[in-house]
């Protein structure tokens, strides 16, 4: 599973979603995470509806989103969302 966090580059919540997304990535270590500027990708994050910092979109291994935050979520948030975006348990 992945999570997308879209920042900018004078974004002082930005800062605090990264901590967040990296407590979440110690806690579930399959959970990749990758952090993209809106600066650096704008037709990308235009395309995504990215229209502020910081967002967080979680997706799945079928790549379909769970989850989106605009601002910063809580932690426990962000592990509901991650726990969402897990495969079925088989058995």
Same mark, same amino acid.
């Given at each position: 599973?992945?999570?997308?966090?879209?920042? +900018?580059?004078?974004?002082?919540?930005?800062? &605090?979603?990264?901590?967040?997304?990296?407590? &979440?990535?110690?806690?579930?270590?399959?959970?990749?995470? +990758?952090?993209?500027?809106?600066?650096?990708?704008? *037709?990308?994050?235009?395309?995504?509806g990215i229209r502020?910092?910081?967002? %967080? %979109? $979680?997706?799945? *291994?079928?790549?379909?989103? $769970?989850?989106?935050?605009?601002?910063?979520?809580?932690?426990?948030?962000?592990?509901?969302?991650?726990?969402?975006?897990l495969p079925p348990? *088989?058995?």
């Amino acid at each position: 599973m992945r999570l997308d966090l879209w920042t +900018s580059a004078f974004c002082a919540p930005c800062a &605090a979603a990264r901590r967040v997304a990296a407590e &979440a990535a110690t806690l579930v270590p399959d959970l990749t995470v +990758s952090e993209r500027d809106v600066a650096a990708h704008p *037709d990308h994050a235009e395309r995504l509806g990215i229209r502020s910092t910081p967002t %967080i %979109i $979680v997706r799945g *291994d079928d790549g379909a989103e $769970v989850f989106r935050s605009p601002g910063v979520p809580t932690r426990d948030q962000l592990l509901v969302a991650v726990a969402k975006a897990l495969p079925p348990a *088989d058995g």
